[in-house]
C-alpha cells in the first residue's frame, strides 16, 4: 500500500500570506494525486487533480505541483475562507485510494 | 449536475451489520470510466478508502476491511450500496460515497454519520 505523509500536521499563517503544504508518497504515484480542501461539517472538496490541474470553479490562488513521490500544494494569498484542512491522496494502484493524514491551515 | 445521497441508519448496535445506500441522480451510473465507491471518516480523524465498484459489478476493496465489507449495485435504480460486517466503536464514522474519475479525482456526497453504540 502506498502511504502518503503529509506536512506539516498545522501551518499557523496569517490572512494575504502565502502557504507551502507538502506530501510524500512512500513509491512513486506520478501524477496520479489531488488535493482536497475539507471545512467543518463538509465534505471534502477537490481542488486539484492530476497533481497540478485545478478543478472546476477553483481560484487561481491554489496551485499544485509535483511529480514521483514529493507533491506540494501552494495557497498563493490566504483568504479567511481558505483556513481548513487539506488531505492529498493517490491512486496509483486505480481505484482504490490512499489518502495523506491532513495538513491543518490555521490562523 | 451529479448527486450523490447517502441513506441509512444513524445508529448501529455491536456486532450487527452497518449498511447504506446511495442514490445516483444528474449522471448514469453505467458511465464507462467512471468507479463509484465508499470512503469514511471517523469523528476529528483522517480519511479511509473502503471499497468500489464498476457498473458492471467489478468490486474492488480497502485489504484491512475486506473480510468485513461488500460492495454493490443496482443499476435499475441508480444505486450502490455498502455493508460492514461485525461493526465496532472504531467504525463510528461519516460515510462518503463517492464518484471516482482516474481523470478527474473524485465527487463527493455530503455524507452521513454512523454511530456504533448498544
Known amino acids: 500500500e502506498v502511504v502518503m505523509t503529509q506536512s506539516p500536521a498545522t501551518l499557523s499563517v496569517s490572512p494575504g500570506e502565502r502557504a507551502t503544504l507538502s506530501c510524500r508518497a512512500s513509491e512513486s504515484v506520478v501524477t496520479n494525486l489531488a488535493w482536497y480542501q475539507q471545512r467543518p461539517g463538509q465534505p471534502p472538496r477537490l481542488l486539484i487533480y492530476g497533481a497540478s490541474t485545478r478543478a472546476a470553479d477553483v481560484p487561481a490562488r491554489f496551485s499544485g505541483s509535483g511529480f514521483g513521490t514529493e507533491f506540494t500544494l501552494t495557497i498563493s494569498s490566504l483568504q479567511s475562507e481558505d483556513f481548513a484542512v487539506y488531505y492529498c491522496?493517490?491512486?496509483?494502484?486505480?481505484?482504490?485510494?490512499?489518502f495523506g493524514q491532513g495538513t491543518k491551515l490555521e490562523i | 449536475q451529479l448527486q450523490l445521497q447517502e441513506s441509512g441508519p444513524g445508529l448501529v448496535k455491536p456486532s450487527e451489520t452497518l449498511s447504506l445506500t446511495c442514490t445516483v441522480s444528474?449522471?448514469?451510473?453505467?458511465?464507462?470510466?467512471?468507479?463509484w465507491g465508499w470512503i469514511r471518516q471517523p469523528p476529528g480523524k483522517g480519511l479511509e478508502y473502503i471499497a468500489s465498484i464498476y457498473y458492471s459489478g467489478s468490486t474492488y476493496y480497502n485489504s484491512s476491511l475486506k473480510s468485513r465489507v461488500t460492495i454493490s449495485i443496482d443499476t435499475s435504480n441508480s444505486q450502490f450500496s455498502l455493508s460492514l460486517t461485525s461493526v465496532t466503536a472504531a467504525d463510528t464514522a461519516v460515510y462518503y460515497c463517492?464518484?471516482?474519475?482516474?481523470?478527474?479525482?473524485?465527487?463527493w456526497g455530503q455524507g452521513t454519520l454512523v454511530t456504533v453504540s448498544a
Open positions: 491522496q493517490q491512486w496509483n494502484n486505480w481505484p482504490t485510494y490512499t
Open positions: 463517492v464518484r471516482q474519475s482516474y481523470r478527474y479525482g473524485s465527487d
Open positions: 444528474g449522471a448514469s451510473i453505467r458511465t464507462s470510466n467512471y468507479y
